[in-house]
């Protein structure tokens, strides 16, 4: 089947050979097709390609919310990749489109409290650009919520980080894509996706707010951060919760240098990070919030055993009370035992 390479999705695999207009060959048969392909045809000013027939999944009427959901999702993802995709070609993207997948995810996010079981169903064991942006987007718009702002500032903040890693449609898919440790070249180009960011925005949207937020997502209230080692002081409100959901969402996801971890030693590593580099009122929302969501979870421990959180502990939030099979497991009191995974 003939597709419009903006309509490509991830896991199509190509069925011939692909030329550009001057015959060079750019990308091979049974290539299957990921977001570095799509970029690639976009570069070379590819617009149809040919790939093998989609397979319609089988929907289990068990999962009907589930797979609601994803789809909510999955439609979000598609329009972020046509930002970033337009974004790249023309410096530029059509603010509608974003607006048209925040307000329908929005709805659904309303509907939907239990922030841990939404956040283990929209894993993905290939998280790039495109899943991470909505992912933070979404986490954005919780923190807003626990935090007071109004229904307008919610999805404003909400937008905010659903943009924040925009600028990255101007660096390489090679560097961005790259496997191991960067050189200092290559660290210096990555962190100008915040300028690149920035200027994006403001040529796209008249949110000033949004731009702020893409060069400020990476500064620490202690000034360590960057493009501008700001402080506290100056760092946008927005910015303060954006960040706390894009480190949290970043520290979940695998990386080639850095394994994936669970949702609860990541909530304790940003817990820390509260005093001092993070927002420290955005973070307690954060673990306020997310806490009492994972009593009832089933989660494994760090000695491979299978349980259920019955109980968190007051005097220590991130030891809490797990059953495994008959018998209990108090992780305050047995300080060798962490919970090491948590599935929906």
Same mark, same amino acid.
């Given at each position: 089947m003939k597709v419009h390479v903006t309509d490509l999705k991830h896991g199509d695999c190509l069925t011939t050979d692909t030329f550009n207009s001057v015959g060079l060959h750019v990308l091979p048969k049974k290539t299957v097709v990921q977001a570095e392909e799509i970029t690639i045809l976009i570069r070379h000013k590819i617009e149809y390609v040919d790939i093998e027939p989609r397979s319609m999944p089988l929907m289990d009427e068990n999962t009907k919310?589930?797979?609601?959901?994803?789809?909510?999702?999955?439609?979000?993802?598609?329009?972020?990749?046509?930002?970033?995709? $337009?974004?790249?070609?023309?410096?530029?993207? =059509?603010?509608?489109?974003? %607006?048209?997948?925040?307000? /329908? #995810?929005?709805?659904?996010?309303?509907?939907?409290?239990?922030?841990?079981?939404?956040?283990?169903?929209?894993?993905?064991?290939?998280?790039?650009?495109?899943?991470?942006?909505?992912q933070v987007g979404l986490l954005s718009y919780y923190i807003a919520t626990w935090l007071g702002h109004s229904k307008e500032e919610r999805f404003e903040i909400s937008r905010a980080g659903y943009l924040h890693d925009i600028g990255k449609s101007q660096i390489s898919p090679a560097l961005l894509n790259?496997?191991?440790?960067?050189?200092?070249? $290559?660290?210096?180009?990555?962190?100008?996706? =915040?300028?690149?960011?920035? %200027?994006?925005?403001?040529? /796209? #949207?008249?949110?000033?707010?949004?731009?702020?937020?893409?060069?400020?997502?990476?500064?620490?209230?202690?000034?360590?951060?960057?493009?501008?080692?700001?402080?506290?002081?100056?760092?946008?409100?927005?910015?303060?919760?954006?960040?706390?959901?894009?480190?949290?969402?970043?520290?979940?996801t695998a990386r080639a240098n850095q394994p994936k971890q669970g949702l609860v030693a990541v909530l304790r590593k940003v817990h820390e990070l509260g005093f001092g580099k993070l927002n420290g009122n955005a973070v307690q929302a954060l673990t306020a919030h997310l806490l009492p969501n994972f009593v009832g979870k089933n989660v494994q421990l760090s000695?491979?055993?299978?349980?259920?959180?019955?109980?968190?502990?007051?005097?220590?939030?991130?030891?809490?009370?797990?059953?495994?099979?008959?018998?209990f497991r108090d992780l305050s009191k047995e300080r060798n035992l962490s919970v090491e995974e948590v599935f929906i």
């Open positions: 919310l589930s797979q609601d959901l994803k789809d909510t999702f999955d439609y979000a993802i598609e329009n972020y990749e046509s930002i970033f995709l $337009e974004a790249l070609t023309k410096g530029s993207f =059509t603010q509608s489109i974003v %607006d048209d997948s925040l307000q /329908s #995810m929005l709805v659904s996010l309303d509907e939907h409290k239990d922030v841990v079981s939404l956040l283990l169903l929209f894993e993905r064991d290939d998280i790039d650009t495109y899943n991470h942006s909505l790259k496997l191991g440790s960067l050189t200092a070249d $290559e660290e210096e180009e990555m962190k100008r996706h =915040t300028s690149y960011g920035y %200027d994006i925005i403001r040529k /796209s #949207m008249s949110d000033e707010t949004s731009a702020l937020v893409a060069l400020q997502h990476h500064e620490f209230e202690d000034g360590t951060g960057y493009p501008k080692m700001l402080h506290k002081s100056d760092i946008h409100p927005y910015t303060q919760i954006v960040a706390v959901a894009n480190v949290y969402m970043g520290m979940t000695n491979g055993e299978l349980g259920t959180i019955i109980m968190n502990n007051p005097l220590d939030m991130f030891k809490p009370l797990v059953k495994v099979d008959e018998k």
